[in-house]
């Protein structure tokens, strides 16, 4: 009986070993805890994930508004500067502990730096379970300046019709506000270079640069000397009646040209003295369509170029090309203005602001000086594909107070529609150059 009861209690004990049916249940129960540990930490993480981010987009608005004015603060101003733009713009209700740090650097590889590093955390509703009661975050924004050069080209219009309206009162004004703007955001000496080049039916390259052989003087020639004979007064009509010519005295020359040989007039292939049609034309105006002001090169003589600019009269008809193609000229390291050598340690952003009040009426081989032509309108399309090529940034301005309709030309020379600028009325001047300033001073920044 016992020997009986022993075989039964080993066969039963067999049985429940191989019996798999409850397995299941206990598998189950032994995973269930970190499988809601898992769940839970991804709604954990994620919490923190959107308070980080928060954090994020008001540490990259804090710091662009703080490096307006890092150079001149303390570093506790800094720091207290820094707190109040980022509490105005970070709310995350779970966000606990929230610590911000300001650094200003003077200079560095990618020249003036603030940065701003972010530090805070959240309450964990799961983790808390494994030991994890919260979950810290970190981010950082910087702001760079110093490591863009700005070169600005300012191409105005100094035509007859400028005189009207008040457009070159105004004009003067906002050109001398602009340049105080941009000297403003420069750190360093030639942080921001601005040439000026008023035009009208020509440019004046300055007659001081008389003897430079990038100029070319045969039509001045033909209308300034004396010929052997009295009566003629060319060098056309005294040589070709076998008359001797003696050329006049170049230091007498009024410094304007008027454009290139097509199509070196809308390109900056520099002149070169076995080309003559690569070179600068000197021209006699006469009393009927003077010369404009003298241009003035790249510089950072900020009250030179404000003198410049209230030098400006107007007089003249419209060649808006001339004036947009010497301010590409000025913003090039060849003749003939020679802009000043880039180092290489810096990015340059170069920029050309472009205003005129009136429609193209002539140029070296069209229009009359009264009625619109469209064949000067197609060299300046040309030419500001040409600009816009090389990389420079063109900024337009049509001062419309008569009238006229949007000049196409001049808005599709703009790089961008929001880079065009159509206005009625010269008090609108002002603004439209404010608002330029304020786009070409967002280039200095690199993040």
């Known amino acids: 009986m016992l020997q009986s009861t022993w075989r039964n209690l080993r066969t039963r004990a067999k049985l429940f070993r191989g019996d798999e049916r409850g397995n299941f249940v206990m598998i189950f129960a032994l995973a269930l805890l970190p499988i809601i540990g898992f769940i839970g ?24 508004m703080l490096a307006k004015d890092a150079a001149t603060l303390t570093p506790a101003q800094l720091s207290s500067k820094a707190t109040a733009y980022f509490n105005a713009m970070y709310s995350h209700a779970e966000a606990k502990n929230v610590t911000i740090t300001a650094t200003y650097s003077a200079s560095g590889p990618n020249g003036s730096t ?28 910087t702001s760079a300046w110093g490591n863009t050069r700005l070169r600005v080209a300012l191409a105005l219009d100094n035509t007859g019709s400028m005189a009207s309206n008040n457009k070159m009162t105004a004009l003067k004004s906002a050109a001398k506000n602009l340049i105080d703007q941009l000297k403003a955001t420069a750190q360093n000496t030639g942080d921001v270079y601005i040439s000026i080049v008023p035009f009208a039916k020509w440019v004046n390259v ?26 003629y007064s060319t060098k056309s009509s005294c040589t070709s009646r076998g008359y001797s010519w003696t050329p006049g005295n170049h230091s007498s020359w009024s410094g304007c040209v008027t454009d290139r040989d097509q199509n070196y007039d809308v390109n900056s292939t520099a002149p070169v003295g076995s080309n003559l049609s690569t070179q600068f034309i000197t ?51 060849t003749a003939p203005l020679n802009a000043p050598s880039e180092d290489a340690n810096y990015a340059y952003k170069k920029v050309i602001i472009h205003l005129s009040d009136g429609l193209n009426t002539e140029d070296r081989w069209y229009g009359n000086g009264y009625d619109p032509s469209p064949q000067v309108d197609s060299r300046q399309s040309l030419l500001c594909s ?41 008090t609108q001047i002002l603004t439209a150059f404010n608002s330029i300033a304020t786009s070409i001073s967002k280039l200095r920044l690199a993040k």
Do not use: E
Not at 128 to 133: E, L, N, Q, R, S
Not at 289 to 313: A, F, R
């Open 386 to 426: 040409n600009i816009k090529n090389t990389g420079v940034t063109i900024y337009t301005i049509q001062v419309n107070t008569t009238g006229d309709p949007t000049q196409a030309v001049m808005k599709n020379c703009a790089s961008g529609d929001d880079k065009f600028f159509m206005l009625t009325s010269s």
């Open 41 to 64: 930490a991804a709604v954990d993480y994620t919490r923190a994930n959107s308070a980080r981010s928060a954090m994020q987009a008001a540490l990259d608005s804090a710091v662009l």
């Open 206 to 231: 300055g007659s001081s640069n008389y003897n430079q052989n990038w100029l070319r003087w045969d039509q001045w020639d033909d209308q300034n000397g004396s010929c052997s004979n009295w009566r």
């Open 283 to 333: 021209v006699d105006p006469d009393s009927s369509d003077p010369c404009p002001v003298s241009l003035m090169p790249l510089s950072y003589d900020w009250t030179g170029l404000k003198n410049k600019i209230d030098d400006m009269q107007p007089t003249g008809g419209t060649n808006q090309p001339i004036g947009l193609v010497w301010a590409w000229h000025s913003l090039l390291q």
């Open 114 to 141: 603030v940065k701003l590093d972010g530090a805070g955390s959240i309450d964990t509703d799961f983790m808390k379970v494994v030991g994890f009661p919260q979950l810290p975050f970190t981010t950082s924004a």
